[in-house]
């Protein structure tokens, strides 16, 4: 609770009779590795904010492959926001990476939270507008980069990350087979 | 003017009074077809709405060629946001692909209407939480579909806005080459 509170301080002022009843809104979850939070065809019905831990969406392509096409750790959110905000069945997977903590909310409480609390809406316009620009240059870096290109830019700037997260959800989310993630890293190494 | 109203009567509620207020932090500008607003290395000063015409944003790759990312229409946004945001220099050229009418706001402008205003924060709020998600959607494209398959996806999600912009600019947002394009076009036709 405590962390939630560090992380809305970096946005807005909020006192601690505020903060509790903005955090009333949410609820707080101990997700377990590999636990599925959402499955491709339901509604998504939550946003995932990781307290503690890290999360994936994925989707599953024609080839019956998964495909993760964003990760999230402490203070990121995660959802399928187009699903979210129509309110309609998601195309996406949501699984823990890891054992963590995960504060959710619904469509209908973060409604009332906005209304209760407009102060979030700057929160919320905040966290969305970075997220915009992190994914615009993502899609640069897509159009840019082939996937070995991606890889070294990838591991260069978060190689905590490379060394965080299991190697098979790190090919998952390059495009790569295992094997040929394998290839590169030793190519790199020598 | 009038225009814009009417754009944001679409996301908060909004007196006469007030919109004038609004709309004093925002300027006007006639734009020529061509016609850079944004060019690579320049700081990002603005934001662009289109009332009327249409933007595209590009960059150059290594070989030289014009790489458009994204456009805008009516009643969409344009900008770097990371360098936006950031106040940095920007990675990318916003340019005119037709004559047209465009709202821009600076960086100061906005900070100084959201304080006076902080309804445009759910505005705000809502525009980038979508343009958000459309992005999500199209990193899952550009993971899942080849380039054939994108421009077939793209064309017939917008078969009005191929019809509508310049063949060359399409096919610098799909990344194929003019003729490639073409010779597409020429096998789905027959």
């Known amino acids: 609770m405590e962390t939630f509170k560090v ?4 946005f807005i002022k909020i006192n601690e009779e505020e903060f509790t009843s903005i955090f009333s809104f949410f609820q707080v979850l101990e997700v377990k590795k590999k636990e599925n939070l959402m499955q491709e065809g339901e509604l998504c019905k939550f946003k ?3 307290l503690k831990g890290c999360l994936r969406k994925f989707f ?3 080839k019956g492959v998964e495909q993760t096409t964003e990760f999230a750790i402490e203070n990121w959110w995660l959802a399928d926001n187009f699903a979210f ?3 309609v069945k998601s195309q996406f997977n949501i699984q823990a990476v890891e054992n963590g903590t995960i504060v959710i909310i619904d469509f209908q409480s973060q409604e009332r939270l906005l209304e209760k609390h407009p102060m979030m809406e700057r929160y919320f316009r905040m966290v969305y507008q970075r997220a915009y620009a992190a994914a615009e240059k993502r899609i640069r870096y897509l159009y840019e980069m082939n996937k070995e290109e991606y890889y070294i830019h990838f591991s ?3 190689p905590w990350f490379i060394q965080r997260i299991p ?3 790190l090919a998952s989310f390059l495009g790569f087979t295992p094997e040929y993630l394998s290839e590169i890293r030793s190519k790199l190494r020598s």
Chains 1, 2 share one sequence.
């Open 167 to 169: 190697q098979y959800l």
């Open 156 to 158: 260069t700037l978060y």
């Open 60 to 62: 599953v392509n024609e």
């Open 48 to 50: 995932y904010f990781v």
């Open 7 to 10: 992380h809305l301080d970096k």
């Open 85 to 87: 905000e129509q309110q």
